[in-house]
């Protein structure tokens, strides 16, 4: 079977014979996969392992320059590539934007939303949820939170989807230097004005709560307050998208758990973490660079020698879970890593676990009878290093 589809079996061994590999990926850049739950555990949380790209090899700098997660030249200051104390100060700036209570705050928003899309699709008795359901759910909501008008949404849900799309190009089709798309450019160029514009008249959005966001005479810089918004687009609309598309995927190749979810809409919750542990919406973390030699599972890793951690086989370790392979959404013990762990650990996971229990409430309620269209080894998946998630995922159910 393709890795793409399912990585699991390979990781599996991995695990067994070479929990520390190197690999390349398809631009050039390399590096060593870690792949036991206990040692990416460990590393997600280790002082010692940089995120800064600075500290990776030249050769392997020059490799990655342009992307939005390594190119420090642009949109690159942000909480992925910056190590304390200065992810120390970014963390704590825009911790007093992102609050909990704004999450909160938008939960009407993503039930009328879920609801207005569910409108669209239950009449018909066939979707395909990605692009029609879970996709558009992940942009409107990101719009809500930043405060883009509603007349700018449908051309923001373009620009997103060509981000989106040069984030997983290969190194055939990738872009050289700091070229970009057209829709890129005009998504950035967008979000300064958006910024610049809501100096002028401000309003209540995320935005909003970054450019006041303060800590006694600190703030963001300009370059701070895009990049974080540039990483709000990718970690914001993926997380959600593959949560939902993985998570309804899983459900449908086991009938006997949806059902019993049917039956127990209160397990919607536990349901949740297992989604993000058996198919989560990540492959593996973003590099890291070690700051001195470390040594794990008997290997030792050279200072700057980059390492990718993968959190898709930490989740599947049976070294930590029991029946690590079998999907079940009434696991009690699931301390998966799928949101990471440590400094890092993911700042939206609380806006992600509000909007998947909505969408999977409202798919369970509105979508008796629901199959996929097509046999599983038809669907395809994203290529991409970091991002694990469906291309689409057509369905039937009972209108």
Known sequence: MDFG???????????????????????????????????????????????????????????????????????????????????????????????????????????????????????????ELVTEFAFPLAITVICELLGVPKADQDVFRQWTKDFRRWTNTDSAQADRGDARPVGLRDLLEYLTRLVDKRRREPADGLVDALIAARDADDRLNEAELLSMLSLL??????????????????????????????????????????????????????????????????????????????LASANRDGAKFSAPDQFDVTRADNAHVAFGRGAHFCLGAPLARLEGRIAFDGLLRRLPGLALSVPPEQLRWQRSLTIRGLEALPVTFDA
């Open 5 to 127: 589809a399912d990585p699991y079996p390979e990781y599996a061994w991995l695990r067994a014979e070479e929990p520390v590999r190197q690999v390349m990926e398809g631009r050039g850049l390399y590096g060593l996969l870690v792949t036991r739950y206990e040692d990416v555990r460990k590393l997600l949380s280790d002082p010692r392992m940089s995120k800064d790209p600075r500290n990776a090899p030249l050769d392997w700098q020059e490799a990655g320059k342009g992307r939005p997660l390594e190119d420090r030249t642009g949109l690159g200051t942000h909480l992925l590539t910056t190590d304390p104390p200065e992810h120390t100060r970014l963390r704590r700036l825009v911790s007093t934007a992102f609050t909990a209570r704004r999450v909160e705050g938008l939960r009407v928003q993503v039930q009328d939303i879920t609801d207005g899309l569910l409108d669209a699709i239950v009449p018909r008795g066939r979707a």
């Open 233 to 310: 687009l990718v970690g914001g609309f993926e997380t959600t998208v593959n949560l939902i598309g993985n998570g309804t995927l899983a459900l449908l190749r086991h009938p006997d758990q949806l059902a019993r979810l049917r039956e127990r809409p209160d397990l919607v919750d536990s349901a949740l973490e297992e989604m993000l542990r058996y198919d989560g919406s990540f492959e593996t973390s973003t590099w890291r660079f070690p700051l001195e030699p470390v040594e794990i599972a008997g290997t030792r890793i050279e200072k700057g020698h980059p390492v990718l951690l993968s």
